[in-house]
C-alpha cells in the first residue's frame, strides 16, 4: 500500500467529504476483526495479545467550525491549544459543538453531496512509538475501529 501524503490545502481544495465516490483514502481491504497470540497459552488468557496495543485514551485534540479553519500547520504538530480528550467518545460529550438528534429537525440543509459552510470539524492526534521488533517483523497495522 503507498501512502499519499497530500497538503492540507490539497486535502481541502479536493474536498472529498462532497464526493459519494470517494469513500475510503489510503486504506487496506475490509476483513473481519481478527486476534492472533504467539501461542495457545497467550490465547486461553483471553487478554490482548502482546502483538497488539490499544490507542484508547488520552489524545490532543482540537474543534473548528468548517474544514478550512483548520490551520495548514495541524498536520506537522500539535496545536498549541489543542485540548486532551478520551478517545473512544465523541467531541459533542466533551463539550464541542451540540449533539445531532435524528427525531428532532436536522440542523443542517440536506442537499447531497454537499455540506454547508459551517462544517465542525475535530482534528485529533496522539504521539506514540512503535515497537522495535513489531517493524523487524514486517508489516505493522493501525487498525482504528469504528472512524
Not at 127 to 146: A, H, K, M, P
Amino acid at each position: 500500500m503507498t501512502m499519499i501524503t497530500d497538503s492540507l490545502a490539497v486535502v481541502l481544495q479536493r474536498r472529498d467529504w462532497e464526493n459519494p465516490g470517494v469513500t475510503q483514502l489510503n486504506r487496506l481491504a475490509a476483513h473481519p476483526p481478527f486476534a492472533s497470540w504467539r501461542n495457545s497459552e497467550e490465547a486461553r488468557t483471553d487478554r490482548p495479545s502482546q502483538e497488539s496495543r490499544s490507542l484508547n485514551g488520552e489524545w490532543r485534540f482540537a474543534w473548528f467550525p468548517a474544514p478550512e479553519a483548520v490551520p495548514e500547520s495541524w498536520l506537522e504538530r500539535d496545536l498549541p491549544d489543542a485540548d486532551t480528550v478520551i478517545v473512544p467518545s465523541n467531541w459533542q460529550m466533551h463539550g464541542y459543538d451540540a449533539p445531532i438528534y435524528t427525531n428532532v429537525t436536522y440542523p443542517i440543509a440536506v442537499n447531497p453531496p454537499y455540506v454547508p459552510t459551517e462544517n465542525p470539524t475535530g482534528c485529533y492526534s496522539l504521539t506514540f512509538n512503535v515497537d522495535e521488533s513489531w517493524l523487524q517483523e514486517g508489516q505493522t497495522r493501525i487498525i482504528f475501529d469504528g472512524v
